[in-house]
């Protein structure tokens, strides 16, 4: 079935060190994807998403590119702040809409002054 | 302002006792679901409903019930609550327009533990 893969926290930096975190994801046919994040004692929210092959996702200076080619959608960003301090989901949604969303299992992202 | 609302945000219960959940948004939206979050597994879908009266299993449907009578409400029953039920709760909900690929709108979470 649909799954998503990402990699294993916790990823620790610091203040202004480039971030990735890696998603790959197995689904048939072409999925939306998207990245989540969730704040200490919060919610999910949407962070960024991409809707077909080559698409790049930006928001708050994170960006992912969807591709097809490594089945992959890994999350960057150049410069993290201590504010950045989040778990991180990835996701996909096998119909290209978004009823059966299917998430990976959360990359914890810890960022030091 | 925009918002699903969930409750309660903690809870402590026993075994056998029923609970109800509780989520209601204020966006209109069509689409309401119901996901578990477990270290280590993520997020996983229990229920979800397209519409009034129109409710569909998730992943993991054992255990629980929902029922979707008004737009805005989509609670979450735990007939018989067990400990491996013991888990964070998110709410959520989307406009589900033709073609809407995307946002979804989560609650806060509600914290449930069984003894």
């Known amino acids: 079935g649909d799954s998503v893969t990402q990699m294993e926290g916790p990823v620790t930096l610091s203040e202004e060190a480039f971030l990735t975190i890696n998603c790959t994801y197995t689904a048939t046919g072409y999925p939306s994807l998207f990245w989540y994040v969730q704040y200490p004692g919060e919610g999910l929210q949407l962070l960024l998403k991409?809707?077909?092959?080559?698409d790049k996702g930006s928001n708050k200076g994170f960006e992912a590119t969807y591709r097809k080619e490594t089945t992959s959608f890994h999350l960057e960003k150049g410069s993290v702040q201590v504010s950045d301090s989040a778990v991180y989901f990835c996701a996909l949604s096998p119909l290209g809409g978004f009823q059966k969303l299917v998430f990976g299992t959360g990359t914890r992202l810890l960022v030091s002054p | 302002e925009a918002q699903v609302t969930q409750n309660p945000r903690y809870l402590i219960t026993v075994t056998g006792k029923k609970l109800t959940v509780t989520c209601s948004q204020n966006m209109n939206h069509e689409y309401m679901s119901w996901y578990r979050q477990d270290p280590g597994l993520g997020l996983r879908q229990i229920y979800y409903?397209?519409?009034?009266?129109?409710?569909d299993k998730g992943d993991v449907p054992e255990g629980y019930k929902v029922s979707r009578k008004e737009k805005r409400n989509f609670p979450l029953i735990l007939e018989s609550p067990s400990p491996n039920q013991t888990s964070l709760y998110f709410c959520a909900s989307s406009s589900g327009l033709a073609g809407d690929t995307g946002e979804l709108f989560f609650g806060e979470g509600s914290r449930l533990t069984v003894l």
């Open positions: 409903s397209m519409n009034v009266e129109a409710t």
């Open positions: 991409a809707t077909k092959a080559d």
